[in-house]
């Protein structure tokens, strides 16, 4: 009879794509659209804790709770406040002679142990509330605590303020990482990476493909890194991007595709790019441009962060043509303004050699930058006299002009 059953279920997994498909796929996506958009996480599940420093609140009072965390700093041996990733929380030392192995442990554990501590949430004494922490109407009156790891003296404090060099951060970055700032950039991300998930596979039906590492060499593009192989002479290439496995999915049937994908060129670093990136990946069948652009609007609007300004769709645009004429690039930084104004009228009659050169050319033309403000002599952009012969010099030196 199993065996009956087991075959009847796998037919009916096997089944073509028909109505019957498309609607159990289509409920299965609302589902799960419906279940992220409600469901809260639960940091403390499987873990030994039972609640985050810094979801505590009065409404907690009286309850039992067991934190873990590290120690941010202590005060006179009477209370210490206690950090994770979710925020801080003041953890109240006891004196009782009665509790001296639970004072031992938290007075002398140096700053930044990992401890857990397990006591009663109470309201603060009236007067020492403290309105900038989140958690500053309670604190927790400790009956047991554990040295889970003792720290050793650390190369800077693990405090936001406090000043470190780039060198040093990248030296200790598993201690960097445990910065307000970090931690908030790490996390974002994961949101953002999940949302664009939820909105390219749940609302519009996109498939998540896992492309191969290692591939051979392919012509053009930026170098590559090799990667040498058991075989003399034979060598792998990590790719630039999974442009032709996303090109054979498309010819093998699958028409979206996206992927979180890893990017691997062997150039030097600048300020937009990095021998190792990330991009989201995505190819479409039978799509135009206007509808490219319609994708990733949307996608940027649904997985923007809520504490952000919110995103305005469609977003502003320009030809190329229009982008090199206003701003000489085809990236321009909208931002600043100062476009490139077209001037050759002003100098039709003029007697300038070089500027009739210029004008006399086909398509020749004089443009110029207006900088506002630019002749006032009390403004910040007063360009003096040497400093726009030290323009003219430049200029001379490397467009000879």
Known sequence: MFSCWLSRLCRGFSTPTGRITH???????????????????????????????????????????????????????????????????????????????VKKILCEAPVESV??????VISRPPGQENPKMPTGEIEIKVKTAELLNSCKKLPFEIKDFVKKTEALRLQYRYLDLRSFQMQYNLRLRSQMVMKMREYLCNLHGFVDI???????RTPGGAKEFVIPSREPGKFYCLPQSPQQFKQLLMVGGVDRYFQVARCYRDE???????????????????VDQTGIRSLIEGLLQYSWPNDKDPLVVPFPSMTFVEALASYGTDKPDTRFGMKIVDISDMFRNTEVGFLQDALNK??????????????????QFCFSRMYIWEVNMFSVQHWHI
């Open 362 to 379: 086909p398509q020749g033309a004089v443009k110029a930058i207006c900088i506002s403000e630019g002749a006032v002599s009390d403004s």
């Open 210 to 216: 896992e492309t191969p590492t290692l591939f051979k």
């Open 268 to 286: 030097g670093s600048r300020p937009d790019r990095q021998p190792e990136f990330t991009q989201i990946d995505i190819e479409m069948s039978f």
């Open 23 to 101: 609607l159990i796929r289509g409920s299965l996506s609302r589902t799960l659209v419906l279940g992220s958009q409600r469901r809260t996480p639960e940091f403390s599940s499987f873990v030994a804790r039972t609640n985050t420093c810094g979801e505590l609140r009065s409404s907690h009072l009286g309850q039992e709770v067991t934190l873990c965390g590290w120690i941010q700093y202590r005060r006179q041996n009477i209370f210490l406040v206690l950090r994770d990733f979710h925020g801080l929380v003041q953890v109240v030392i006891p004196q009782e002679e009665s509790a001296a192995s």
């Open 115 to 120: 401890v857990q501590v397990s006591g009663t």
